[in-house]
């Protein structure tokens, strides 16, 4: 098994410049989420799907969006980038949790994709 | 809402110390408890996690136990080597909702 393969590895891009970032998984997981990890900092979810055609927002979404259309990926668009959105960006993806409840079992991540806009 | 505290950073030891990372948490129920580790330049993977109370969870010397009472999930470790130098985060999966919520991160170095 690849796990969670994510394209490309590195990216330079113009402000105001658009793109898609590629996150696939063959795992046959259910549940995918998309992180930003800034220099130095801890990761913050942009936005997660619980299957296919379902998406819900994370905690920074604004500049972002996604779609679901198949089990296996999970693509993060960037319409006009700015500086800010500078960073490493992750994708996981994982079964629900097994204990009961709502919630999430492990999450298995790709090795990112550093973005950087000028 | 769910939330995970793990002691900031950054922590130097030498070769062959013992190693604590304090984590603390929030939440509702019985959530499931993780510790992942990110090598430089590499994504996450997963360390070890516990998914009920008074639960241990360990994998290449790393242990953490899952207290309820203390609401904590601290890793240790007896003896750390070089190659365990990392980003060390403390992560929490709830009953409420789908996602994962992640510490800060610790970075951890040793030297020989």
């Known amino acids: 098994n690849a796990g969670v393969t994510q394209t490309p590895k590195f990216r330079i891009l113009k402000i105001g410049q658009s793109m898609t970032l590629q996150c696939t998984q063959d795992?046959?997981?259910?549940?995918m989420y998309w992180y930003r990890q800034d220099p130095g900092m801890g990761l913050k979810l942009i936005y997660y799907?619980?299957?296919?055609?379902?998406?819900d927002k994370g905690e920074v979404p604004n500049g972002y969006n996604v779609s679901r259309s198949t089990t296996e990926d999970f693509p993060l668009r960037l319409e006009l980038a700015a500086p800010s959105q500078t960073s490493v960006y992750f994708c996981?993806?994982?079964?629900?949790?097994?204990?009961?409840?709502?919630?999430?079992?492990?999450?298995?991540f790709g090795p990112g994709t550093r973005l950087t806009v000028l | 809402g769910d939330s995970v505290t793990q002691m900031e950073g950054p922590v130097t030891l030498s070769e062959e110390a013992f190693l604590t990372i304090n984590c603390t948490y929030t939440a509702t129920g019985y959530p499931s408890l993780f510790w992942y580790v990110q090598y430089p330049g590499e994504g996450l993977q997963l360390l070890l996690k516990a998914t009920k109370a008074d639960d241990k969870g360990s994998n290449k010397g790393f242990e953490a136990t899952y207290r309820k009472e203390t609401t904590s999930f601290h890793l240790e470790k007896g003896s750390v080597q070089v190659s365990d130098s990392a980003v060390y985060f403390c992560?929490?999966?709830?009953?409420?909702?789908?996602?994962?919520?992640f510490g800060a991160g610790t970075r951890l170095t040793v030297k020989p």
């Open positions: 795992m046959n997981h259910n549940y």
């Open positions: 799907s619980v299957g296919a055609g379902i998406t």
């Open positions: 992560a929490l999966s709830g009953v409420n909702n789908n996602d994962m919520r």
């Open positions: 996981a993806s994982s079964y629900p949790r097994r204990t009961g409840g709502a919630g999430t079992d492990t999450q298995y």
